[in-house]
């Protein structure tokens, strides 16, 4: 069965002879990159957790009048713990204990920026059209508890932390958004970006529970690069990532929650073709195992009622501005990614290929302007008979 495959890296491993998967390799993720090493109590941690470290490094041209950029960037997919069916803080709790382990861990694997999944301190329970319990997951993006519990982690491994909640907008009428807080490397507040555009597809009911963003798309200055929050369903419009690429963003997350059988045929296209598109790094990361839900529900696609939204296929990865990329983790572990990125490299494929340069922003801009306006026509041209 599908769900049961643990990766699609595995299977090729297992069937394609070592002489010839190097030039597969090659072919589909752009080369093989090099592995990094990590310390015997890394791997005694992994092993006693049960969770998978990967971890690998991109490079970079070698120049003179400017040295190495080196950032060690890490990416969090996990399941839930405890019975949906559980008191809400006790879920919360479970899952902060755990991620919390997984952070400490990348501290050892020297990593300087981490982001976990969509939703990662609760199930994706948007699925139900249920109000209660799961509103009650929603927490305020500057005070709220996982927020002061990820200053503290990250104040404590100098490491700027980007954590996907839902949020509760105390100072906005409660209103609720999907949201993605960053804290600095010192464990300051630096800002908050919300998802852009909602899902409306299958059992995505999300906009039953919160609408579009309106935070724009920020990128955040960090003693690490410049970064952005990319949210899951933005992924699927290139002209999100543009603006972060003309904002002048290094490195961009994309924290989601996806199930096989919707977005995976999508999966290992979107955020890549996004990094090469815009020139910087991009990192895809997605929520693993399946999570059942009390009561039934449906999606209105006239399948019968059901009460679990399907498999979170996990595959988290990370791409690069020339193409290459990262192997996937695992589509049933959850587990933790390293990546080295050279930041250099984005400024080099830019002048290489010239994307964004070549990029005619005015045109775009003047047709733009036009097609939202309501006596628009499209520019179609027909022959005259």
């Not at 070592?18 to 310390?39: A, H, Q, R, T």
Request: net charge negative; with cysteine; proline share 5%.
């Amino acid at each position: 069965m599908a769900l049961e495959l643990r990766s699609v890296e595995h299977i090729l491993e297992k069937r394609i002879p070592k002489n010839e998967l190097d030039m597969v390799w090659k072919i589909l993720y752009g080369g093989i990159l090099p592995e990094l090493s990590f310390s015997a109590d890394v791997v005694n941690i992994v092993q006693n957790k049960n969770f998978d470290v990967k971890g690998y490094a991109f490079s970079a041209v070698k120049q003179k009048n400017q040295g190495k950029r080196i950032v060690r960037i890490g990416l969090i997919q996990n399941s839930v713990i405890l019975p949906t069916t559980s008191p809400v803080e006790d879920q919360r709790n479970a899952l902060h204990r755990r991620v919390c382990e997984m952070i400490d861990t990348a501290a050892k694997c020297g990593v300087n920026v981490i982001c976990m999944q969509e939703f990662w301190t609760m199930p994706f329970a948007f699925c139900t059209r249920e109000k209660m319990p799961w509103c009650e997951f929603a927490e305020s993006a500057e005070h709220g508890p996982t927020t002061r519990l990820m200053q503290e982690m990250a104040k404590r491994h100098n490491m700027v932390i980007i954590s996907p909640i839902l949020e509760r907008d105390l100072e906005h009428g409660d209103i609720v958004s999907n949201t993605a807080v960053v804290i600095s490397n010192n464990g300051k507040f630096l800002g908050k970006s919300r998802k852009c555009h909602i899902t409306r597809v299958g059992d995505f009911n999300e906009s039953n529970y919160y609408l579009e963003g309106n935070t724009g798309f920020p990128v955040f200055e960090t003693n690490f690069g410049r970064i952005a929050v990319n949210i899951c369903f933005d992924r699927h419009h290139p002209q999100n990532w543009l603006m972060y690429g003309i904002s002048g963003a290094e490195i961009v997350f994309n924290p989601s929650a996806t199930v096989s059988g919707l977005s995976e045929p999508l999966w290992s296209i979107e955020a890549r073709n996004a990094a090469i598109a815009n020139s910087f790094y991009t990192c895809a990361i997605n929520r693993v195992g399946t999570e059942w839900f009390e009561h039934e529900f449906t999606s209105g696609d006239g399948q019968p009622a059901h009460k679990k939204i399907g498999h979170f296929y996990g595959s988290s990865y990370v791409a690069a501005p020339d193409g290459s990329r990262t192997p996937g983790l695992s589509r049933t572990r959850e587990g933790l990614l390293v990546a080295e990125l050279d930041l250099n490299l984005c400024q080099q494929v830019r002048e290489q290929f010239g994307f964004p340069d070549t990029q005619r922003l005015e045109m775009y801009a003047e047709s733009l302007s036009k097609c939202v306006k309501p006596d628009f026509r499209p520019d179609v041209v027909t022959e005259v008979t």
